[in-house]
């Protein structure tokens, strides 16, 4: 089944600078890369996604990038702001099911 | 649109007891919806794949006699913990897809589960 490893596990940025996560997946099928911004306690909420015809996509200081070749995908955050502390998820599917990745806790210090 | 919701919100139940969390698609029909379970400081895991109107399909390790899902409406999916132990107790949530957009997930706010 596909795999997905996620990094890093944790994530320190000052407010105002930019913010890189990364991820890779095993299962060249996958075409669709979300990913979510989770709060403590509250559902997963999907901040961005990419099919995988597309290799980038933006929505304002939300970017993500896709490199089938390599077979990764990054989220990259601008202008961090403290709201943006959270964890955030990547995940890939080749149609219903999502395969999620471990998780990177971003603090956004003021 | 695309509204989950998830009763009950927590629940905190003894040991050997059964649990059932209600998972409904407010706004719209869902013929799959999905299961996870969420340890603290971890990710979501899937439990199981759940179809309207047949057997819920479980990944590997997931016990189905223990966790037993029924979807028995476009708009419902159940999942009953039963014979709970300390060990089940988690973050459960739900999501669902729209038949005509197989991709995104929406997600349901989550149960937290507490077996004493």
């Known amino acids: 089944g596909e795999n997905v490893e996620q990094h890093p596990s944790t994530l320190s940025v000052q407010e105002g600078d930019s913010a890189v996560i990364k991820c890779t997946y095993s299962?060249?099928?996958?075409?669709?890369f979300p990913w979510y911004k989770q709060e403590l306690g509250k559902r997963p909420q999907l901040i961005i996604d990419i099919r995988s015809n597309v290799g980038e996509k933006k929505d304002q200081r939300i970017a993500v990038t896709l490199n089938k070749t390599a077979k990764h995908f990054s989220l990259h955050i601008t202008e961090t702001q403290p709201e943006d502390s959270a964890v955030y998820f990547c995940?890939?599917?080749?149609?219903?099911?999502?395969?999620f990745g471990s998780g990177t806790q971003l603090t956004v210090l003021p | 649109g695309a509204v989950v919701s998830q009763h009950p919100s927590w629940v905190i139940c003894k040991s050997g007891t059964s649990v059932k969390i209600e998972c409904r698609s407010l706004?719209?029909?869902?013929?799959?919806m999905f299961w996870y379970r969420q340890f603290p400081k971890q990710s979501l895991m899937l439990m199981a794949t759940s179809n309207e109107g047949s057997k819920a399909t479980y990944e590997q390790g997931v016990e189905k006699d223990k966790f037993l899902i029924n979807h028995a409406s476009l708009t419902l999916s159940t999942l009953t913990v039963t014979s709970a132990h300390p060990e089940d107790s988690s973050f459960y949530i739900c999501?669902?897809?729209?038949?005509?957009?197989?991709?995104?997930?929406?997600f349901g706010p989550g149960t937290r589960l507490t077996v004493t």
């Open positions: 999501s669902a897809t729209r038949d005509n957009q197989p991709y995104e997930q929406y």
């Open positions: 299962d060249s099928a996958s075409n669709y």
């Open positions: 995940a890939a599917s080749m149609g219903r099911q999502l395969t």
């Open positions: 706004d719209f029909q869902a013929t799959t």
